[in-house]
């Protein structure tokens, strides 16, 4: 039981470190978190379930759900960059919550005389 609760506990401060990485867009913490996860989950997965932390499933599902969220703000981030780079226009917020559109400014050519 006692190396349950040790993996379990190092498993829920790697989640957390994760959680603030996620949180903080500090993506490129990721991967090394990610290695110290699949460790501990192949540890873990050799332990009678009944053992782990029911903590440990909450935090991994947590996790989960907000990388697939960052994942779906970063596509959309960069198709609306790709809109604007093309031209065309896009929709944002004024301080009052207010839904505006936005084009990006047209290129033109100044003759001199």
């Known amino acids: 039981m006692a190396a349950a609760d040790r993996?379990?506990?190092?498993?829920?401060?790697v989640l957390e470190e994760e959680r603030?990485?996620?949180?903080a867009a500090n993506f490129a913490a990721l991967p090394g978190l990610l290695t110290r996860?699949?460790?501990l989950?192949?540890?873990?997965?050799q332990l009678d379930p009944?053992?782990?932390d029911p903590e440990v499933e909450v935090r991994l599902i947590r996790n989960q759900a907000?990388?697939?969220a960052s994942m779906e703000g970063i596509a959309t981030a960069?198709?609306?960059f790709a809109g604007l780079?093309?031209?065309?226009?896009?929709?944002?917020?004024d301080r009052r919550g207010n839904s505006r559109a936005v084009s990006a400014p047209r290129a033109s050519v100044q003759h001199r005389a």
């Not at 603030?20 to 949180?23: D, E, R």
């Not at 780079?85 to 917020?93: C, N, Q, V, W």
């Open 50 to 52: 009944a053992e782990i």
């Open 37 to 39: 996860k699949e460790k």
């Open 66 to 68: 907000l990388l697939r």
């Open 85 to 93: 780079k093309a031209g065309a226009e896009f929709r944002t917020y």
């Open 20 to 23: 603030g990485a996620l949180l």
């Open 41 to 45: 989950l192949t540890a873990l997965t």
């Open 78 to 80: 960069r198709a609306a």
């Open 7 to 13: 993996l379990s506990r190092r498993m829920l401060r």
